[in-house]
């Protein structure tokens, strides 16, 4: 028998893919907090242009120089929030940490398929993150061209403020993570299709896994294109190329050297990514929400395979329509009809998972537990965010609202917080397997209730925004005339995005209480059906002790008729 | 069959002591009632003075209209379901897996909606877009760079003159400078009766052709009252045209980010009428010969 | 054991990360030689710029959209400045004879304003290391940039009502011009040198240069239309030395920033 292992290869250097999804969990929970905080920084200054803050010099002297926030500050913030959230949160939370913990157990396996190559991807990430947050503190800062990262504005440092070592140190920050989630990706897709324990065939696995699966396949085939972009940039930072410098610039005066790119090639390049990654980010929630919504409405989902080959459609289509990122960048208005059919067509596939969602819950016995409350949460924001694409998706429409609120808002309602709703489901509802505790009902209830009308505060006035024609990325408004209508609106935006972030606290008090709280829980609190409820609490090393289960069921026989119970395990014959 | 223990473990009886079902349905009517409120009442379009604005409205307002529908009749029906459907000590839920003839009749409907508004969408931009604006257009170029924007008229030959990127001289931009801002070749005879000014100047009533062009970084030429908005991209130049059907003072805004004084990078737009324009036209461009 | 070899390849990307991040691009111009003391029997040179030729007149800049510019008056393009046949703004300089010396820089700031959308004075000298503070006293906001070919390149955002900006130069450089990005027609000069012996012409042509230890001297007069010119000077014990120069109105310039290198390098 082997020693056990240390503390070191138990939790900091482990091979367990349950160490490695809490780690990610953490990973991603600490980002978001750095990420609210810039968000709220950025809504002081929207809110308040002109008002001095010594309090925030005596943190940020080069941001805040005699109390007043600098415009490259609030433009390094936005940048830094934006590539936080999206790549350190909602790409990490909702697959690496939960689809690494909970893919093999729901597939029946003791382990990812590559454990080694699972633990490398992890400390990649870290290390991104270190790289990323690093940029805050170099000389010139963080960078101010956006999480978009346009060149030429990011491709010649002299540019502007931050986009010296700060813009190297995010494209390196992001090559790293981008190379870990390939890496990752390629696990999730072998042990999904190479592991799966006895019975349980592709068309019985959990939604989960079918919404792991297909955000995998989006990210083996959409992050190398990043990375490659990256690259190319700091080429053309530092070793005299000019992929995306297509000659005659001239910053105040001084030329530079360069010829033959072109600026387009990166937008190219970056949304080929960009798009697919969106939907990396709400995937996994849609595939949590109706595993969720299935176990508290006592029902099965309604129309399991509708719900996976509209995931599958949604990966492919994802595919097709970057350039609606693009429809006014010079790129050619022919291609830009061809992308917004597109574009409009892929709302079908997620229509048909919002009528099953409802369907699902039509005739059921609901129970509105805590999880459940954000999956509902989540299918009301996911309509509301996911209808504005429609306006957006038009090609004429676009033009007159891209690069406002408008566009904002919509991202903000669809990521911002129906993805963020679908990673608290997540959290709420497996807390008790991963910690062996259940979260406080109450507190979760509260943090739901403030969480879900404070973003609506927040994020629908944003649309009034846009209409008006705000444009986005504005450190403040103050030389327009025809958005001085606007300023009461941006202070209700910020005291209730305050408001909303407060209430988070809530749930972080929530979250570190019940990791030490006295009551274990339950094996299965929840009297769910899928493999992750067979295991113990928490899962043991291998996750069976050795007890492979055999799989006789679909994953969500709920309210089966002439059933002893109303609900049916996996394992049961 | 009977409700689970779960019911009993986790949820005490839906009865008035659990109102949670119920204030989730309100909140969802609420948010529903309160956004379409709030869209409609705050409708804020700016004032719309081009000739394609009205089309384009027009496809806004009725595709706002389908979405607010959708989105009304979505929430509304969440709301019920959330309400009728919480969980009763006595009635379990329906087992059913799902019913592939509403799914297909849903798919079909939203297919075709989806589809019609992307069709009827397309038009005002091919019009735009696909067309090339009318020889008699009155040429201008807009040139942007961090962080101002500079107009440029071609003078009485109808021509622009070659610029060189080396020559940029910003410190004088006074009328006729050579080679100024944009650095006109000297030279070059076609630039000798080149006007360039810092503000937008345009007849009301005839079409108009500008050239999008950018010194350092990408920039976006944004004019809300004209519902017009289009990068300018370094190393291209990009033609829009329009017609402007209403004199009056209108704000120009960057629409792309460009470092850190985008949101500063304000010019404005000035529509004429056509003898108002000829005089201003002909004044500035005496001014030019005067310099030489 | 892999987890070590993990650890050698994290730790060499992070010092890689670093590296890059932590790069500092400041070389110090460190001059040799013991530190300057006068010894009481320096002399001055004085002279007088004068302008041949018929001066261009002066345009008128076009502030644009700025109100806060519109409003503050002259909007007169000062490159040239002439009086009375005298040209202000040259910037006159000790190119070479100076004895193997430090001298050190005044802690006194060299000031630079920014007044109704100008910089003013367009044209100023100051010493490596002596610091540059640059002033706001217009209701609008500025983005002070000079482009130097030596020195760093730095690129701030000024608001108005926020305190000067204190920054050093480390490298001689003659001159660096310093623009507004939010203002692209404002222009100011600074001359960077490693010593104190530099002047500016002023409004009737004349400048002094005080404190030249006995030696002969290369004086050079630039000017931003005009180019350079030098002067050979002798300067003796406690005595005037006369450095007068010419500039000639019928040399045609064509403006433009040298080119510093690939990207902006």
New interface residues.
């Given amino acids: 028998m082997t020693a056990p292992p240390g503390f070191i290869r138990k939790y900091i250097f482990s091979l367990d893919h349950k160490v490695i999804g809490v780690q990610y969990f953490f990973l991603a929970l600490a980002a978001a907090l750095i990420g609210m905080l810039m968000s709220l920084l950025i809504r002081l200054r929207l809110a308040w242009p002109q008002k001095r803050w010594p309090w925030l010099e005596l943190i940020f002297p080069q941001g805040f120089r005699d109390g007043l926030m ?3 500050f609030y ?1 390094a913030m936005v940048t830094m929030h934006g590539t936080l959230m999206i790549f350190m949160v909602l790409t990490v939370a909702p697959q690496s940490a939960f689809g690494n913990y909970f893919l093999p157990i729901q597939l029946g396996t003791r382990e990812m398929a590559f454990p080694v190559i699972n633990l490398s991807s992890f400390w990649m990430t870290f290390l991104s993150l270190g790289v990323l947050i690093a940029a805050l503190f170099v000389e010139g800062g963080a960078p ?3 999480w ?1 990262f ?4 990011s491709a ?1 440092p002299s ?3 931050g986009q010296g070592p700060g813009a190297d140190l995010w494209l390196v920050s992001i090559g790293i993570f981008c190379f870990a989630s390939f890496l990752g990706s390629i696990n999730m897709i072998v042990t999904t299709l190479r592991r799966r324990t006895k019975g349980m065939s592709l068309l019985r696995m959990p939604l989960t896994c079918w919404g792991w699966f297909t955000t995998a396949m989006i990210a083996l085939l959409s992050f190398p294109i990043l990375f490659a972009a990256a690259l190319m940039l700091l080429a053309d930072r530092h070793l005299g190329t000019s992929f995306f410098n ?8 001084r ?1 530079i050297a360069g010829d033959g790119g ?3 090639l990166w937008q190219h390049l970056f949304w080929f990514f960009g798009h697919p990654e969106v939907y990396l980010a709400i995937l996994p929630g849609m595939g949590v929400v109706s595993h969720i919504l299935a176990n508290f ?10 719900m996976v080959l509209a995931m599958l459609a949604i990966g492919v289509f994802g595919f097709l329509i970057w350039g609606h990122h693009m429809f ?3 790129m050619n ?2 291609i ?2 061809a992308f ?2 597109l ?3 892929i ?2 596939p997620s ?2 998972k ?3 969602w ?2 699902t ?9 805590t999880p459940m ?1 954000f999956a ?1 949460g989540f ?2 924001l996911f ?2 965010g996911g ?2 694409g ?2 957006l ?5 676009d ?2 609202f ?3 609120y408008f566009v904002t808002g919509h991202f903000h309602l669809i990521m911002g917080v129906a993805a963020v709703f679908g990673i608290f489901a997540a959290t709420y509802y497996w807390f008790p397997k991963m910690f062996a505790r259940m979260m406080n009902e109450q507190l979760g ?1 509260l943090h739901f ?1 403030l969480t ?2 404070g973003v ?1 505060t927040i994020f ?2 944003f ?2 925004l846009g ?3 705000h ?1 986005r ?5 103050l ?4 958005l001085r ?2 300023d009461s609106l941006h202070v209700l935006i910020t005291i209730a995005a305050f408001v909303t972030v407060a209430a988070q606290l809530i749930f972080l008090i929530n979250f570190f209480r019940s990791l030490f709280a006295d009551q274990r829980a339950a094996d299965n ?3 769910g059906t899928t493999l992750e409820w067979f295991t113990a609490t928490p899962p043991v090393r291998d996750n069976f002790s050795g007890k492979m289960p055999v799989v006789y069921r679909e994953p969500y026989e ?6 002893a ?3 049916l395990m996996q394992t049961e014959p | ?7 009993n ?3 005490p009886p839906a009865t008035i002591l659990n109102p ?2 119920r204030l ?1 349905a309100i ?2 009517w609420l ?1 529903a009632i ?2 379409i409120v ?2 409609a009442w ?5 004032e719309a003075i081009s000739e394609h604005s009205g ?2 409205d027009h ?2 307002k009725i ?2 209209a ?2 607010g529908v ?2 009304f009749v ?2 509304v ?2 709301g019920y ?2 309400w009728r ?4 000590e006595v ?10 003839r ?2 297909l009749a ?2 079909m409907v ?2 075709i909606i ?2 019609i ?3 009827t ?6 019009q ?3 067309n090339q604006s009318p020889p008699n257009a009155v040429q201008i170029e807009v040139t942007a ?4 924007w500079t107009f440029r008229y071609p003078g009485t030959d109808g021509k622009f003159g070659r610029t060189d ?13 050579r ?1 100024g ?1 944009l650095g006109i070749e ?1 030279s070059d005879p076609a630039g000798k009766d080149d006007l360039v ?3 937008l100047v345009l007849p009301v009533d005839r079409p108009i052709d500008l050239t999008l062009r950018a ?4 920039h ?1 030429f ?1 004019v ?1 009252a004209l ?5 300018a ?4 130049k ?1 033609h829009v045209h329009f017609k402007a059907l209403k004199e009056g003072r209108y ?1 120009i ?12 990078m ?3 737009l000035e529509v004429k009428s056509q003898i108002d324009y000829d005089k201003w036209l002909n004044e500035q461009i005496g001014k030019v010969n005067n ?1 030489r | 054991m892999f987890s070590k070899r993990v650890v050698v390849l994290c730790g060499l990307i992070l010092m890689v990360a670093i590296g890059v991040g932590c790069g500092n691009k400041e070389g110090a111009s460190v001059p040799a030689g013991p530190l300057w003391k006068p010894s009481g029997n320096e002399g001055n040179i004085t002279g007088v710029i004068a302008f041949s030729g018929s001066a261009p007149a002066p ?7 700025d109100p806060a510019c519109q409003k503050l008056g002259d909007a007169t ?1 000062d ?1 040239v400045i002439v009086h009375d046949g005298k040209l202000q703004n040259v910037f006159i300089f000790v190119k070479s004879g100076l004895p193997k010396a430090v001298f050190p820089a005044p802690a006194t700031e060299s000031v630079l304003d920014q007044k109704g959308c100008k910089y003013v004075p367009r044209v100023l000298g100051i010493q490596t290391g002596q610091p540059l503070k640059v002033v706001n006293s217009d209701a609008t ?1 500025h ?1 002070i940039h000079p482009v130097p070919k030596e020195n760093n390149e730095w ?1 701030q ?1 000024q608001m108005s009502g926020q305190g000067p900006i204190i920054r050093k130069f480390t490298k001689e450089e003659v001159m660096v011009p310093v ?1 507004c ?7 100011a000069w600074v001359g960077v040198l490693s010593h104190p012996f530099y002047a500016v012409s002023g409004a009737d042509g004349s400048f002094t240069i005080k404190g030249l230890p006995p030696g002969e001297y290369e004086l050079e007069a630039w000017h931003e239309k005009y180019g350079s010119q030098t002067l050979k000077v002798t300067v003796k014990e406690k005595a005037d030395a006369k450095a007068d120069f010419t500039f000639d109105g019928a040399t045609t310039s ?3 920033f040298p ?1 510093k290198g690939a990207q902006g390098k």
């Fill in positions: 600098q415009p490259e433009l101010i061209g956006g978009t346009y060149p030429p504005l010649v540019a502007g403020p297509p000659g005659g610039l001239s910053f105040s005066g030329p072109s600026p387009l409405a006592r029902k099965p989902v309604f129309g399991y395979r509708a006014i960048s010079g208005p022919r830009a009809i917004s059919m574009t409009l067509v709302g079908v229509a048909i919002t009528f099953n409802l369907g819950l039509w005739g059921a016995s609901l129970h509105l537990t409350l509902i299918i009301s309509i509301s209808l504005t429609l306006v998706g038009q090609t004429a429409l033009m007159v891209h690069d406002t209830k209730w879900f009308i609506y629908v006035p649309h009034v209409i008006a024609g444009p990325r504005y450190a403040d408004t030389k327009y005339e025809y209508s606007l609190p929840w009297d709920y309210s089966v008729p002439g059933a119970r109303d609900f | 069959m009977r409700p689970a223990d779960f019911a473990r986790h949820n949670m079902s989730l909140a969802i948010i309160a956004t709030l869209m705050f409708r804020r379009l700016p089309r384009i496809q806004f595709t706002m389908v979405i959708g989105f979505a929430q029906a969440l379901i959330v459907y919480r969980a009763r009635e379990s839920a329906r087992y059913s897996r799902g019913d592939l509403v799914e849903l798919m939203t297919a989806f589809i508004l992307a069709i969408g397309q038009r005002v931009w091919a735009l877009n696909l760079q961090q962080f101002a990127p080396r020559l940029y001289n910003d410190a004088d931009n006074s009328i006729g400078a080679p801002p000297p000014t810092g503000s010194k350092d970084v990408t976006d944004f809300p519902r017009l908005k289009h990068d991209v370094p190393g291209m990009i704000e805004a960057c629409a792309e980010l460009c470092g850190q004084l985008h949101h500063q304000r010019a404005m310099r | 345009g008128k800049i076009e502030m644009g959209d393009l490159d906001d983005n690129n955002s623009k990005n939010k203002h692209p027609w404002m222009l064509v403006y433009f080119e």
